[in-house]
Nanobody, 127 residues
Framework: QAQLAESGGGLVQAGGSLRLSCAAS????????MGWFRQAPGKEREFVAG????????YYAGSVKGRFTNTRDNDLNTVFLQMNSLKPEDTAVYYC????????????????????WGQGTQVTVSS
């Protein structure tokens, strides 16, 4: 089992930055790949970023590449999503997710690949 808790969401103006955190309990994140997804009202949940167990292969959706940075700190049992140059279209509830894997370098990108989910944190970007 893994319990995930996101934090760091909020209201920010376009062009601003936020840093989301996802803290895991009950299980060390060193054994899992981690992902970030988001869901805007009336839209499907979409992949934002993911990071492998090793941390060496972060992967990003095209819409956020170059603006968002996904990192992990296994000692803190936490992953981070640094979001810069935010746009109104980034407004959504952001979820972190985890999946145990024996592969140090895989980064799943679909929601069905993940086993554990946080409750989400709201990010609102005003124009």
């Amino acid at each position: 089992q893994a319990q995930l808790a996101e934090s760091g969401g909020g209201l920010v103006q376009a062009g601003g930055s936020l840093r989301l955190s996802c803290a895991a309990s009950e299980r060390t994140i060193s054994s899992v790949a981690m992902g970030w997804f988001r869901q805007a009202p009336g839209k499907e949940r979409e992949f934002v970023a993911g990071i492998s167990r090793s941390g060496s292969t972060p992967y990003y959706a095209g819409s956020v590449k170059g603006r968002f940075t996904n990192t992990r700190d296994n000692d803190l049992n936490t992953v981070f999503l640094q979001m810069n140059s935010l746009k109104p279209e980034d407004t959504a509830v952001y979820y972190c997710a985890a999946v145990p894997t024996g592969d140090y370098y895989v980064t799943p990108t679909t929601a069905s690949d993940y086993s554990y989910w946080g409750q989400g944190t709201q990010v609102t970007v005003s124009s």
